[in-house]
């Protein structure tokens, strides 16, 4: 009886809701179907051994961008999907799913209804999928039929071949919806193709831009004829393929060396161009130099300056622990010493940034116990006795994420939804002045970068987004932010943004890049993880039609941090270490199957938090080194030899 009891007890105390509490929370209604834009209130409470208790009940959606709901346990469906939601009270927690309804089809509208078809050519229709909503949809089976095939063809994807003169009827159905138009097929007059490009020999890398004329039996030009590129190739190396880039206004960018064949063509008549690809050979060795070790905490960003007394300095965050921000001497790179340190209310000072002048930093907060998360303005005019200098919660409550510093201003992130712009012309009382947030359903943000007037954020689903903040551009100012560009690309992850406008071509670029983590995320001691996503190079020449044309990508690996300096970019790849990267000449197509890869290193640790776990933080060059902060090992320092004279010949002994 008593060896009863005993296991009577302990069961008790491994499994008391069990055995005696019989808690349970009853959701209402128990199957939750909604459609995109609909708001439904949702019922839960506690039931204990057939009582309805007033117990709190927090509901908490895994996918808020996509599915939110609110303190009034009101929901918001904002994307179609089936959404996993917890709801968790005293002792107890149950799970649940939404369903949300992809809208029915609308209309099906097709662009850019060409006159007239040249019989012999193809044109590529142009269309879109719009459902109640107002989304454009590009997971609907969509339907191609010609009436007359002898004049015209349709295939699965939408591409009309054209045969003989005449005029056929070209349906296209998605769902019930169709639309219908009549193509007009004339006879082709087009007997010649003219083709001519700036250069016949380049590197892998290079751009070239091919011009093709179409001519009538007269020899004039026919200027709607619809021109079709292409290219074949072999690759100098066997085992490759001549893989490369080229787009229908006669761009073309080649991966590998070799020689290839880029041809124009209109129906029967086409001209060819043969080019040699030579290796853009743009490697350097680049060297470990020094270290300075965190490995009993998680490090997080960091930066790198030049202080009032002429010495280098440095400060890094931490992440997961217990607020600490460390502040180093790195004027010896080879000899990074920690200097002082300061230990704020947080579980993670995420960011840290330094004032141009060198006399102010910031950094931020999250996971404070008070839940006042908010930023930390620090005096470092002597990095080895920093002194706080004040603070600033308003509004931030949700945590600040990442900071900037751009003159007498600085923009802290708010809750993953907005930035505030923030007066820190007398540091010790910081003001708010304006912010800038967006209002699409579900928006979030994680990054916000300022140069030349311009704050360009980082905003997930949304993209990158150019803000006016001083710059003209649109008329804004610091207290009065305009947006006037964005751009977001399908993947949803943006994270981080960084200028760039080109030296040797005058393009404006602006790189964003993604943070995914596919295989989770591991934050404890011990834990080893790898990211996921790449950088994705979006031309804003055309502020008004930007254009993604390039891309850099380490495979089985992830983006985070990145720094241009000149027309080098060192970015941090997370597992992969940090990676250097030609970005000189007009970029397009996959910058690292070009050879524009200059160097890469990775910091092994045997001594970090996680011991051997590489997990690269951010990426920054300073007076010829290159710094860089890792998660399970803190800040080290690189050198990368000196670019080699071009056609310098090797001297062999």
Same mark, same amino acid.
């Given at each position: 009886m008593?060896?009863?009891?005993k296991?009577?007890?302990?069961?008790?105390?491994?499994?008391?809701?069990?055995?005696?509490?019989?808690?349970?929370?009853?959701?209402?209604?128990a199957?939750?179907?909604?459609?995109?834009?609909?708001?439904?209130?949702?019922?839960?409470?506690?039931?204990?051994?057939?009582?309805k208790l007033?117990?709190?009940?927090?509901?908490?959606?895994?996918?808020?961008r996509?599915?939110?709901?609110?303190?009034?346990?009101?929901?918001?469906?904002?994307?179609?999907?089936?959404?996993d939601?917890?709801?968790?009270?005293?002792?107890?927690?149950?799970?649940?799913?939404?369903k949300?309804?992809?809208?029915?089809?609308?209309?099906?509208?097709?662009?850019?209804?060409?006159?007239?078809?040249?019989?012999?050519t193809?044109?590529?229709?142009?269309?879109?999928?719009?459902?109640?909503?107002?989304?454009?949809?590009d997971?609907v089976?969509?339907?191609?039929?010609?009436?007359?095939t002898?004049?015209?063809?349709?295939d699965?994807?939408?591409?009309?071949?054209?045969?003989i003169?005449?005029?056929?009827?070209?349906?296209?159905?998605?769902?019930?919806?169709?639309?219908?138009?009549?193509?007009?097929?004339?006879s082709?007059?087009?007997?010649?193709?003219?083709?001519?490009?700036?250069?016949?020999t380049?590197?892998?890398?290079?751009?070239?831009?091919?011009k093709?004329?179409a001519?009538?039996?007269?020899?004039?030009?026919?200027?709607?004829?619809?021109?079709?590129?292409?290219?074949?190739?072999?690759?100098?190396?066997t085992?490759?393929?001549?893989?490369?880039?080229?787009?229908?206004?006669?761009?073309?960018v080649?991966?590998?060396a070799?020689?290839?064949?880029?041809?124009?063509?209109?129906?029967?008549?086409?001209?060819?161009?043969?080019?040699?690809?030579?290796?853009?050979?743009?490697?350097?060795?680049?060297?470990?130099?020094?270290?300075?070790?965190?490995?009993?905490?998680?490090?997080?960003?960091?930066?790198?300056?030049?202080?009032?007394?002429?010495?280098?300095?440095?400060?890094?965050?931490?992440?997961?622990?217990?607020g600490?921000?460390?502040?180093?001497d790195?004027?010896d790179?080879?000899?990074?010493s920690?200097?002082?340190?300061?230990q704020?209310?947080?579980?993670?000072v995420?960011?840290?940034?330094?004032?141009?002048?060198?006399?102010?930093?910031?950094i931020?907060?999250?996971?404070?116990?008070?839940?006042?998360?908010?930023?930390?303005?620090?005096?470092?005019?002597?990095?080895?006795?920093?002194?706080?200098?004040?603070?600033?919660?308003?509004?931030?409550?949700?945590?600040?994420?990442?900071v900037?510093?751009?003159?007498?201003?600085?923009?802290?992130?708010?809750?993953?939804?907005?930035?505030?712009?923030i007066?820190?012309?007398?540091?010790?009382?910081?003001?708010?002045?304006?912010?800038?947030?967006?209002?699409?359903?579900?928006?979030?943000?994680?990054?916000?970068?300022?140069?030349d007037?311009?704050?360009?954020?980082?905003?997930?689903?949304?993209?990158?987004?150019?803000?006016?903040?001083?710059?003209?551009?649109?008329?804004?100012?610091?207290?009065?932010?305009?947006?006037?560009?964005?751009?977001?690309?399908?993947?949803?992850?943006?994270?981080?943004?960084?200028p760039?406008?080109?030296?040797?071509?005058g393009?404006?670029?602006?790189?964003?890049?993604?943070?995914?983590?596919?295989? +989770?995320?591991?934050?404890?001691?011990g834990?080893? $993880?790898? *990211?996921? @996503? #790449?950088?994705?190079?979006?031309? !804003? &020449?055309?502020?008004?039609n930007?254009?993604?044309?390039?891309?850099f990508?380490?495979?089985?690996?992830?983006?985070?941090?990145?720094?241009?300096?000149?027309?080098?970019?060192?970015?941090?790849?997370?597992?992969?270490?940090?990676?250097?990267?030609?970005?000189?000449?007009e970029?397009?197509?996959?910058l690292?199957?070009? +050879?524009?890869?200059?160097?890469?290193?990775i910091? $092994?640790? *045997?001594? @970090? #938090?996680?011991?051997?776990?590489? !997990? &690269?933080?951010?990426?920054?060059?300073h007076?010829?080194?290159?710094?860089?902060?890792?998660?399970?090992?803190?800040?080290?320092?690189?050198?990368?030899?000196?670019?080699?004279?071009?056609?310098?010949?090797?001297?062999?002994?």
């Amino acid at each position: 009886m008593k060896n009863l009891k005993k296991a009577l007890y302990i069961l008790a105390l491994l499994f008391p809701v069990t055995l005696f509490a019989q808690k349970e929370i009853v959701i209402e209604p128990a199957n939750i179907t909604m459609e995109v834009g609909q708001k439904k209130q949702i019922t839960a409470y506690v039931m204990e051994n057939g009582k309805k208790l007033n117990d709190p009940i927090n509901l908490l959606s895994r996918a808020r961008r996509s599915l939110s709901i609110d303190s009034t346990m009101m929901a918001h469906a904002i994307q179609p999907g089936t959404y996993d939601i917890v709801a968790v009270a005293d002792g107890v927690r149950k799970n649940f799913q939404i369903k949300v309804n992809y809208p029915a089809i609308a209309e099906v509208k097709i662009d850019d209804i060409p006159q007239k078809i040249y019989a012999g050519t193809s044109v590529a229709l142009k269309y879109h999928v719009i459902d109640k909503s107002g989304a454009t949809r590009d997971d609907v089976d969509v339907q191609f039929s010609s009436m007359y095939t002898n004049i015209a063809e349709v295939d699965d994807f939408g591409t009309v071949n054209t045969l003989i003169p005449g005029k056929a009827t070209i349906t296209v159905k998605a769902e019930n919806v169709t639309n219908t138009i009549t193509v007009n097929v004339v006879s082709n007059p087009i007997v010649k193709i003219q083709l001519e490009a700036e250069m016949n020999t380049a590197r892998t890398g290079d751009v070239f831009h091919f011009k093709a004329k179409a001519l009538d039996k007269n020899g004039k030009i026919v200027p709607d004829a619809p021109i079709f590129y292409s290219f074949s190739g072999v690759a100098d190396n066997t085992s490759q393929s001549a893989s490369g880039l080229i787009k229908n206004d006669g761009r073309f960018v080649a991966d590998e060396a070799g020689r290839y064949t880029v041809t124009a063509s209109c129906g029967v008549a086409s001209a060819s161009k043969t080019l040699k690809i030579t290796p853009r050979e743009v490697t350097r060795k680049i060297e470990m130099v020094g270290q300075g070790s965190v490995n009993d905490k998680h490090t997080s960003d960091f930066w790198v300056w030049e202080g009032i007394d002429g010495r280098d300095y440095a400060v890094t965050g931490t992440w997961g622990a217990d607020g600490t921000a460390y502040f180093w001497d790195v004027t010896d790179p080879s000899n990074i010493s920690k200097i002082d340190s300061v230990q704020v209310d947080a579980r993670t000072v995420n960011d840290v940034k330094i004032s141009e002048d060198g006399k102010i930093c910031v950094i931020s907060r999250e996971g404070a116990s008070d839940r006042k998360n908010g930023l930390v303005i620090i005096d470092v005019s002597n990095p080895r006795d920093v002194e706080i200098i004040s603070r600033f919660d308003e509004n931030m409550t949700g945590g600040v994420h990442n900071v900037f510093i751009s003159g007498d201003y600085l923009y802290a992130l708010s809750g993953g939804q907005k930035y505030y712009i923030i007066d820190i012309k007398d540091p010790k009382n910081p003001r708010a002045v304006s912010k800038f947030e967006l209002d699409t359903p579900g928006h979030s943000i994680h990054d916000v970068w300022v140069e030349d007037g311009i704050a360009y954020s980082s905003n997930w689903a949304d993209g990158i987004q150019l803000v006016d903040v001083g710059n003209g551009i649109a008329g804004g100012s610091p207290e009065n932010p305009k947006q006037f560009a964005s751009y977001a690309y399908p993947n949803k992850a943006n994270h981080a943004s960084f200028p760039f406008r080109s030296p040797s071509t005058g393009k404006f670029y602006v790189i964003g890049g993604d943070e995914i983590f596919p295989y +989770g995320l591991n934050t404890g001691k011990g834990g080893v $993880n790898m *990211a996921g @996503g #790449y950088l994705h190079v979006v031309d !804003f &020449t055309d502020l008004e039609n930007p254009e993604e044309v390039a891309r850099f990508e380490i495979p089985y690996a992830g983006s985070h941090n990145y720094w241009i300096e000149g027309e080098t970019l060192y970015v941090a790849f997370y597992n992969a270490g940090v990676r250097v990267v030609d970005l000189s000449g007009e970029l397009m197509g996959d910058l690292r199957k070009q +050879g524009r890869e200059i160097a890469w290193i990775i910091p $092994n640790d *045997a001594n @970090g #938090y996680t011991a051997n776990a590489p !997990f &690269t933080w951010g990426a920054q060059l300073h007076k010829g080194h290159v710094f860089f902060s890792d998660w399970n090992s803190g800040l080290w320092s690189a050198k990368l030899e000196p670019e080699k004279p071009k056609n310098t010949p090797i001297k062999v002994k």
